[in-house]
Every structure is written in structure tokens, then in C-alpha cells.
């Protein structure tokens, strides 16, 4: 009989697994940015995959940031992606980009016909007048059909160029340029789908023809591959029409990721010089933090700070004490971690007062506000416990007593006062962020 145990211990193990794998859920943001548009946009993927608009990015756990770029150039450009957990000063840089492809990417597409007399070798070779002019007439048709071949070689050259100079244009869009491509094949090309195993006998056939034009001729043909040329362009343009012109970049996104730099520059075989630098702020959404801190806090007691005394009359008379009382301090800070702005949240801390006999401990309780870019330096106010010196049995400011020797008692009380404090950040001070 199958121990029920067993069938327990799975369905336990499923339970949990169900919880933990919902409790690792973890939200992805996409940023996307059209670098020929120069506009950005923020989305975040919902649970059915979809991909919804938002304002900014913000999250409270872990996930993915997924920057893509479109009408990227892949030819053209390299880039390079760099996270940054604090801000940095400038918010975007952009540096002017410089003209286009040099025009040494042109070839020189031109072959020029050799010129047939009249008096060629065919011509020359009957004496007879109607020979002669048959002769001619077909020296005349052998050289208009070896010039429509030429022709057809510059056609080819032409495209080439104009597909080579598509395949690195920084300034189309991706749609643009493969709709561009498409028009130039179709217009010289005809509707031929750009594949070797069409190319191949499309290439031989002229190569074939050029050579046999060319020896009726006596002529030497011009060093010049059909094949060689249309395998150049059937290369080309597969290359430009099943290349994605995206550019896309995933990192492990954390609440501590507050902006995305990319450089984008040109790759080196692409004869460019000009650099493009954006950042994306990420507004991660502001969690609770926790710092320690240690300093002086200054502490005011309205009855620390009085001095009693007897007064020639014998009567309790009251003077000022000191104004303020040092108070070596520890803190613990809590405030939201924003990446700008001005922050500032509670604090709670004790201290030691640095002069006077009596050394009671002073608590703390109170607003913060933390200052610089690592928050080095924290000031703090609010209001503060500990014990202090007041009249005891009953007597009061005024009160006549027996003589001018008569010792004013006092007892030790709990009393509520006021403080402020400078105090620095302990991971600054020890060299940990």
C-alpha cells in the first residue's frame, strides 16, 4: 500500500514552490529610444507579457531594465552601455555629428567602349563590296551588343555603390532603407529574388557573353567578373535586409540604478568620426534607508540650563546657566532613498554630555536631514530626554530661606528639552558606500 505520507511531502513541496516562485516575481521595464526621431520612451511588462506606457521607471525589487534602441545602424555603429548607481552631473551630452560617408565609397563605375573602324579584320577580309558591307554590319552588331553588355556592367557597378552606401546611412531609418533597397535591386535587377543559386547562372551568362562578343570582335575583354560582381550584390543586400536595425541591451535592475548611459560611436571599418552620448535617468521608486551617523549635539534644558542661589535677602533667587550643553552623539537615521532632491526623514539617537560631573544619557528623537552627494555630513533637531538638577521639597524661586548658608535642594528628574547636531556619515568615514 502507497505510504499517504509521500502524496503529503509532494503536495507541500508544490505549495511552496508556487509561493516562492510568486514571491520572486519581479517587475521588467523597457526604455526605448528612436535614435532618428531623438525620443524616449518608458514601458513596463505586465504579466500577460504586454507592454504598458509609463512616465518613468520604478520599483521597489529587483527586475530587468531592457534599453532598445531603433533605427540603429548596426553597420555604422558600436555602442556601449554604462550603469550608474549615483548621478552624475551632466544629465546629456550630445556632440555634432559630422557629414556622411566619404564619397570614397563610390566606385568608378564607367567602361568605356573600344572603338571599331571601319577597317577591322572582318571588314578586311573580302575584297568584295558585298562583303564588305556585310562585314560592317556585323562588326556594328557585335559591338552595339557587346556595348549594351558594358552597360549592363555599369548598371551593376552603380548598384552596388548605391546598396553600399544604404548599408552604412546613419541617417535613414530602417524602413527607409530597406525600402530603398528594394527599389534599387527592382530597378536593375528586375523582379528577381536575390539568391546565389538565380544569381549564378544570371552571372555566368554574361560573363559568357562579354567573352564571346569581345574574341569576334578581336578585342580583349575588360577585367571584369559579372558573377564576381553579382555575388557582391546579392551579398550586400541580404545583409542589409536581414539585419534588424536595433540596438538592445538587458541588465539586472535594482532599487540602487538611478541612470543609463549610452555611448553610441562609430565602428571602425565604417569611416565615421562621430560620437552620441545619452543618459536615462531612472526614477526607481524611494525606499526606506538607514544610516548611522556620529557627532556633537548640543542639548538646551530650561532647567540645566538655570542656576539657583541664596540671595543677600536669604530668598532662592535664579540665574542663567550655561546656554548649551555638548553632547557626544550616535545616530540612526531612516529616510527615503532618493537620487535627487533634498532628503530628509526621522532620527532617534543618545548621547553623552562632554562637560559637567553628572554624565546621564541624553535621547534623541527628532527630524534629519542629510546633506552632499554621499551624504557625508547629517544635521539633526528635535527633542531630547535626561535627567536634570530641579528645586526639590517643595521650594521655589522666591521662597525665604533660613540663612545665607542654607544648602538649595535639588533632585535628579526625567525633563524634556531641545536639540540640533552635526554629525557624519560612518560608511563615509570608513570608506564604505
Not at 541580404?238 to 539586472?252: D, H, L, P, V
Request: glycine share 8%; charged share 25%.
Amino acid at each position: 500500500m502507497p505510504d499517504r505520507r509521500h502524496h503529503h511531502y509532494k503536495a507541500i513541496i508544490f505549495v511552496c514552490f508556487l509561493f516562492f516562485a510568486h514571491a520572486g516575481f519581479t517587475q521588467d521595464y523597457i526604455i526605448r529610444h528612436d535614435l532618428q526621431k531623438d525620443n524616449t520612451s518608458f514601458f513596463k511588462i505586465g504579466k500577460e507579457k504586454d507592454t504598458i506606457p509609463v512616465r518613468k521607471i520604478g520599483f521597489k525589487k529587483p527586475g530587468r531594465i531592457i534599453l532598445k534602441v531603433e533605427n540603429f545602424n548596426p553597420f555604422y555603429w558600436n555602442a556601449k552601455v554604462t550603469t550608474f548607481e549615483k548621478p552624475v552631473e551632466e544629465q546629456s551630452s550630445y556632440i555634432q555629428m559630422f557629414s556622411g560617408l566619404t564619397k570614397s565609397l563610390g566606385l568608378n563605375m564607367n567602361f568605356n567602349m573600344p572603338v571599331i573602324t571601319k577597317g577591322s579584320a572582318a571588314g578586311q577580309q573580302s575584297n568584295n563590296k558585298e562583303a564588305l558591307i556585310k562585314g560592317l554590319e556585323f562588326n556594328q552588331q557585335t559591338y552595339n551588343r557587346l556595348q549594351a553588355v558594358y552597360a549592363r556592367a555599369n548598371e551593376i557597378r552603380a548598384l552596388e555603390s548605391e546598396l553600399t552606401a544604404l548599408k552604412f546611412d546613419r541617417y535613414k531609418s530602417e524602413a527607409e532603407i530597406k525600402s530603398q533597397a528594394n527599389t534599387d535591386v527592382m530597378k536593375v535587377m528586375g523582379p528577381v529574388q536575390m539568391k546565389f543559386e538565380e544569381i549564378l547562372p544570371m552571372g555566368s551568362e554574361l560573363d559568357r557573353r562579354q567573352k564571346e562578343l569581345s574574341d569576334s570582335l578581336g578585342i580583349t575583354p575588360l577585367q571584369f567578373s559579372f558573377l564576381n560582381e553579382l555575388a557582391g550584390v546579392e551579398k550586400i543586400y541580404n545583409e542589409i535586409m536581414y539585419t534588424s536595425y536595433k540596438f538592445s541591451y538587458s541588465i539586472s535592475g535594482n532599487p540602487d540604478i538611478n541612470e543609463l548611459k549610452l555611448d553610441i560611436f562609430p565602428r571602425a571599418d565604417s569611416l565615421g568620426k562621430d560620437t552620441i552620448t545619452k543618459y536615462f535617468r531612472i526614477q526607481a521608486k524611494p525606499v526606506l534607508r538607514i544610516r548611522n551617523s556620529v557627532g556633537i549635539a548640543f542639548t538646551y534644558f530650561d532647567d540645566k540650563n538655570t542656576s539657583y542661589f541664596v540671595k543677600p535677602d536669604s530668598t532662592i533667587g535664579k540665574g542663567n546657566g550655561d546656554l548649551f550643553t555638548p553632547v557626544l552623539s550616535v545616530f540612526m537615521h531612516f529616510y527615503n532613498n532618493k537620487s535627487t532632491g533634498f532628503k530628509w526623514g526621522g532620527t532617534f539617537g543618545f548621547g553623552i554630555p562632554l562637560l559637567g560631573e553628572k554624565k546621564d544619557i541624553n535621547f534623541m528623537l527628532g527630524l534629519c536631514s542629510l546633506l552632499g552627494r554621499n551624504e557625508p555630513v547629517i544635521l539633526s533637531a528635535g527633542v531630547t530626554g535626561a535627567k536634570v538638577d530641579r528645586l526639590g521639597k517643595g521650594w521655589r524661586v522666591g521662597q525665604k530661606t533660613p540663612n545665607l548658608s542654607f544648602q538649595i535642594p535639588t533632585s535628579s528628574q526625567f525633563r524634556v528639552g531641545g536639540f540640533v547636531s552635526v554629525t557624519f556619515n560612518l560608511n563615509t568615514i570608513s570608506g564604505k558606500q
